[in-house]
């Protein structure tokens, strides 16, 4: 005879709903377990104030200072006795120091002769293209013509410039370039002065001063037959050249 199992008694058949009430269960668990928070107990201390009933203060014993009276002041005298003591005071007779009409006043005679005049030297400063006879630069000596000289002043300029030229070799390594302008003046003594500079770099205006202020003496430009200061202006280049 075959055994037949009763439905109702199948173990297995609520074997998923008891799981997942289990872990329901055991999820909840955990999570109050998580937030569960316990706090540290205070204890609670009775904080009572002792005041000393006994409140007397010693008090020191100090000692008392007798002052002595100061003696009255001395009686009046019963007579008194007026002295004259007024004295005849001269007076000084202040006189005016104001002048009247009646006054006159000698006026100091100063001779011609004591007075010097000194002649001051105008300074007369032109410039190179306007100048009457252009400063002579040392070897335009011979030259006859003052467009001659003038020629020979610029040759000899640019051919100063190129004897004492040498590029700063800081500007070399930091490839400054560019042009300089330099102006300067040939004084009444035909020395070189008042040389300023102005380029896209100080090495490079440093290096075209240094230029300028080597230029010989010259004999000095001439103006209205006297010498005069002569304002002159020339640019330099610094091109560094690919090789």
């Known amino acids: 005879m075959e055994r037949k199992k009763n439905p109702q008694a199948d173990l297995n ?24 928070k316990t706090y540290d ?17 010693e008090v020191p014993i100090t000692e008392m200072i007798k002052t002595v009276t100061p003696p009255p002041p001395p009686a009046a005298p019963d007579v ?11 007076e000084t007779i202040i006189e005016s120091t104001e002048s009247s009409q009646e006054t006159y006043v000698e006026d100091a ?25 252009v400063p002579v630069f040392p070897g335009c000596e011979n030259l006859a ?17 190129k004897t004492n ?7 070399i390594e930091l490839g400054i370039q560019g042009r300089v302008y330099v102006q300067f003046e040939i004084n009444q003594y035909g020395k070189v002065s008042k040389i300023l500079e102005r380029g896209p770099d100080k090495l490079l205006e440093a290096e075209a001063g240094r ?24 640019p330099i280049n610094f091109v560094m050249q690919m090789q």
């Open 13 to 36: 058949r609520n074997s998923g709903l008891y799981f997942v009430i289990g872990l329901a269960i055991v999820l909840f668990t955990v999570w109050r377990l998580l937030e569960y």
């Open 41 to 57: 107990t205070v204890k609670e201390y009775d904080t009572v104030l002792n005041v000393m009933d006994n409140m007397d203060e």
């Open 80 to 90: 008194i006795a007026i002295v004259e003591d007024m004295v005849e005071v001269e």
């Open 109 to 133: 005679i100063v001779s011609v002769e004591e007075v010097e005049v000194e002649e001051v030297e105008e300074e007369i400063s032109v410039p190179f293209a306007v100048i009457e006879d």
């Open 145 to 161: 013509t003052n467009a001659e000289r003038k020629t020979c002043f610029n040759e000899m300029i640019q051919e100063h410039i």
């Open 165 to 171: 030229f040498k590029y700063p070799s800081t500007a």
């Open 211 to 234: 230029i300028i202020a080597l230029l010989p003496p010259m004999k000095p430009g001439m103006q209205r037959g006297r010498p005069a200061t002569v304002r002159y202006a020339v």
